[in-house]
């Protein structure tokens, strides 16, 4: 009896051994790259701290400045709630009417389900360069085209009022991922229920009404939750858009005001670079950084809501 | 639209009898309906080529005629490309981020199997609270801790002005190939690994002679977007490497070269496409396993 608890027990010992060697790479990547910069992000966040003379205690004065007289951060808090509103829902639509076409399509759909896919593969920085150059006001195709069929040319990434509308269309373009996405859901979508909704009568709408939207709406929640925590994070585009239309760009340190045209394409991320490495004040870059953490983890929880089913957490 | 005519002509023939006003009308319905659907595709399908299209021939415009409003080149300047390579610094981009690129996806798939194993198929205390935590770190923008992570590879262990801030960590498992693999891995039936110890395997055996040769497709979709993330990771290298050019990745060099050939729109762009080409290439390789990738990254329908 003794004998059996006791090799129990080394067995118990030995299986959790097991468990913590299979997963120790991600426990020192967790302490390492987690755990303790974030600690240390709470810390920084209340010290005054340039990078070279030692921090001191600042209490709540990075907080205060930060959202109080930091100048981009109302800006860019603004933009996202508009990249959030407009964009996001804009590209969940836009996937979802992708998806559907797609599904209809019959003749050459391989084709065509490359060819929506491919720009979402295009490289952030490529493909924003791409965008800078097509939409560019002075040589650019779109408004060479715009201007001869007598449309007025908008300024896009030089305009405040366009700039916004413009990296959605470039978000508009990279859709493949939702497209795959809605497709797939769509297609499982059982065919019995539209065969019965058809006997009923049902017209086009009333089938995509409630067949089809009852059957993908945790993809729609799944699409537009993602969504909405890619806009908070959005970063490469709004910067290299912002960067190549000013005409500024250069290495570390320079004079580049982000969020050009009028702070018109700032985010959150972007001002912890800026406050950061452009203007050397890593407290208060600690306190973006947390406010941008607080929004992330908000919708995080949102998605790994168990009753949601969005993402499978136990077995 | 063979099939789909050939289906509605079938039927009345084998009924011998000639088609009803109500058939007819149907049959028309089907065919404006293809021409519809069909219309809209080859719309859409203008909307997400065009841009690969007019990048690729400005790229092949003369300078002075990359000044122009001209969509359409007159001389085709395929040197171009070949003055884009001779960009000091331009080789050392594509050297820098195949490093980046191949060194760090074989880091992550060496260091995030076992972890995914481990969540995908061991009983223990914690789990889920460990999964959580991978979802978290999964979607912690870069940015959150860059402060803390960049007075650390830069004060204290001095490798500013280098890749190594963004290679080494992920050779501690990277979180988003953890969640996905660890996906993937459920899917494997127990059976398999019950059968397995039976026949006297450890673990670790079990994993690397039962579990690795099953899990090929996700351990492929972890590496090609693993891959594709340092090809087009810009704040990354922005942080750690800006200070020294030699060190630059194509990505974060691409705008360089749009500041220093100010107007040349032509060279940026044939700098774009030669950035843009090869995950294009990459991508028509391994299509299968992107794809299995994409559906694979949490939805549960």
Redesign the interface.
Known sequence: MAATTHTLRAKHRRSRLRTLAFLSPWLIGFTVFFAYPMISTVYFSFMHYDGFKPPTWSGTKNWTYVFESYPFFWPALRNTLWLVVIMVTLRVLFGLGIGMLITKIKTGTGIFRTLFYLPYLAPPVAATMAFAFLLNPGTGPVNSLLEKIGIPAPGWFNDPSWSKPALTMLALWGVGDLMVIFMAALLDVPREQYEAAELDGATPWQRFRYVTLPNISPIIMFAVVTGVIGAMQYYTQPLVAGKVASGVIQGAGTAFEPGYPEHSTLTLPQLVYNLGFQRFDYGSACVVALVLFALSMAFTALLMRRRGGLIQAGD | ?A??TAQLLERPVELKLPATPAERTARRKALLE?IA??S??VA??L???L??V??FL?SLMSDSQ????D?IPHTWEWSNYRKVFDTPGFLTWWKNTLIYAGLGTALTVV??V??A???AK?R?RG??L????????M???P??????????WA?QLDLSGTLWPLII?L???DAFS?FLLR?FL?TIPNEYLDAAKVDGCG?LRTLLRVVLPMAKPGIAAIALFQF?NA??D??GP??YA??N?GAWT???G???F??AH?TD?NL??AA?VL??AP??LV?FFA?KAF?EG??LT????
């Open positions: 639209m099939q789909d293809w659907v069909h809209l595709g859409a399908a909307f997400f080529t841009p690969f007019f990048v400005t990359a000044l122009s409003r969509l260091s995030s076992p972890v194993y481990a969540l061991f223990f789990r889920n460990t999964l959580m935590l991978v979802i978290s770190m979607m912690l923008p940015q959150v801790v860059v402060i803390p992570m960049y007075l650390f004060k960590p050779a501690f498992g953890i996906q459920m673990d594709f090809w087009n810009y704040f922005q942080i800006s200070e050019p194509l990505s974060y691409l705008e360089s749009k500041g100010h729109w940026t762009m774009t950035v843009l995950v294009l991508f299509q794809v994409v559906t949490g939805v549960k329908g």
